[in-house]
């Protein structure tokens, strides 16, 4: 599945935006049976055996809740994936419930990794028995099905995106809502980035909240860079409003909720949930945030 071009080129309406373009790898989440030495999102984890699978106590059940694996992407498959040195996996882990994307407005912030999200930079060669039993939550639990990804296989895709307008500051931010106003140009948090779960790139601002002024710093004081995005849908814009993530599949590709929705996650208001990291030190937290 391959993404067209844009039906135009957005610098010439807004020359601003020259020197912004940044490469976002779309992962293109397809249903499947991911193996555990794959990148994936909902497959099996390259986890230790000797290492405890994580829990999480909720208020509402008398038992811990077992996380659900939600994303394991490899750097050599994602060589432009910002990590620490000398770990080559990254995976992610939450407990299935309304706090994954709970949003914070003192902060903007969605939250911090705790017992029940947990982000894991991981050595491959250090596992040399996978953890073969993995622990599910069970079938008396309360969990939230919409934050219980479908397995899914990944088909990594370079495309390039430009960053949501207020990302340049409040004058060009008033001036692209101008001019899409008398243009119709659908830039201003619509044809700034593209669709989808991707890895790097630009802020994902659906317009949910924002323009987000001050946002995105580290506690230390270093501005948050984009690590990832997870999305409730992979295709949202259309031939028109596109930068570059219109997808029109051939014949033999996936279609409909399929292609549209294949990981099966409600994040957000049907948006997005994206992870930023601080370029300063991989021992500063990394944070996410509803977009």
């Known amino acids: 599945m391959n993404t067209p071009p844009p039906p135009s080129d957005i610098t010439t309406v807004f020359p601003e935006l ?4 940044r490469t976002t790898t779309l992962l293109h989440p397809r249903p499947g049976t991911p193996e555990v030495h794959e990148s994936s999102i909902g497959g099996p984890l390259l986890w230790p055996a000797d290492e405890p699978w994580p829990t999480a106590q909720v ?5 811990a809740i077992p996380l659900v694996a939600v994303l394991q992407l490899w750097v050599r ?3 432009e994936l910002a990590h620490p040195k000398d770990r080559d996996v990254l995976q992610i882990l939450w407990c299935p419930d309304d706090n994954v994307d709970a949003f914070d407005m003192d902060y903007f912030r969605t939250g911090l990794p705790d017992a029940g999200f947990m982000v894991v930079w ?3 060669e250090d596992v040399t028995e996978v953890l073969a039993d993995v622990p599910r939550p069970a079938g008396d639990q309360t969990i939230s099905k919409g934050y219980v990804p479908v397995p899914c296989r990944l088909v990594p895709e370079r495309v390039t995106e430009y960053p949501p307008a207020w990302v340049l500051g409040q004058a060009f931010d008033d001036h692209a809502q101008r001019r ?4 119709d140009s659908h830039y201003n948090r619509v044809r700034s980035f593209a669709d989808g779960s991707k890895v ?3 802020h994902a601002d659906c317009g949910v909240g924002g323009p987000y002024f001050g946002a995105f710093v580290c506690d230390c004081g270093t501005p ?3 690590l990832l995005s997870l999305a409730s849908t992979e295709v949202a814009h259309t031939d ?3 930068t570059t993530s219109y997808l029109v599949p051939p014949a033999a590709e996936p279609r409909g909720r399929e292609c549209s929705e294949p990981t099966g996650l409600v994040l957000g208001n049907w948006t997005n949930l994206q992870l930023f990291y601080c370029t300063e030190s991989w021992d500063h937290p990394v944070q996410r945030y509803v977009m």
């Open 18 to 21: 020259a020197g912004y373009e």
């Open 122 to 124: 991981r050595r491959s």
């Open 59 to 63: 208020p509402y059940d008398q038992e």
């Open 200 to 202: 790097g790139g630009w």
């Open 224 to 226: 948050l860079s984009p």
């Open 240 to 242: 028109r409003t596109t």
């Open 180 to 183: 899409d106003d008398e243009l």
């Open 77 to 79: 498959d994602f060589p």
